[in-house]
């Protein structure tokens, strides 16, 4: 029912930036919730941050508040993660995913996600 798309990955220097974009499709928008996790090689898959379906959002602790910012364009039917300040500890393939959670807690688990989109490199060189 929805289709999920990522762009904006990319390799950047430590200290740069960059925003990932995630254009939703074959759904209605406003209605799903929206996360963006991460996954390294050998690693688990991260929740980075998210929207509900009530529009709480909510950020995975220290590793990312003050450095992301999730926001969201409701006439593009795109969701965004601006990654500022970036470390080589953020290198990994980001993914959108779109999902059921009514509250901001929901938000950090894989199961209440339905659709996940293809991900997208980020490589931060020091």
């Known amino acids: 029912q929805v289709q999920l798309v990522e762009s904006g990955g990319g390799l950047v220097q430590a200290g740069g930036s960059l925003r990932l974009s995630c254009k939703a499709s074959?759904?209605?928008?406003?209605?799903?919730?929206m996360g963006w996790f991460r996954q390294a090689p050998g690693k688990e898959r991260e929740f980075i941050a998210g929207?509900?379906?009530?529009?709480?959002?909510?950020y995975n602790g220290d590793s990312v508040k003050g450095r992301f910012t999730i926001s969201r364009d409701y006439a593009q039917n795109t969701v965004y993660l601006q990654m500022n300040s970036l470390k080589s500890e953020d290198t990994a393939v980001y993914y959108c995913?779109?999902?059921?959670?009514?509250?901001?807690?929901?938000?950090?688990?894989?199961?209440?996600?339905?659709?996940w989109g293809q991900g997208t490199q980020v490589t931060v060189s020091s």
């Open positions: 995913a779109a999902g059921r959670a009514f509250t901001t807690a929901s938000l950090k688990s894989l199961g209440t996600y339905d659709y």
């Open positions: 929207f509900s379906r009530n529009g709480g959002s909510t």
């Open positions: 074959g759904g209605s928008f406003s209605t799903y919730a």
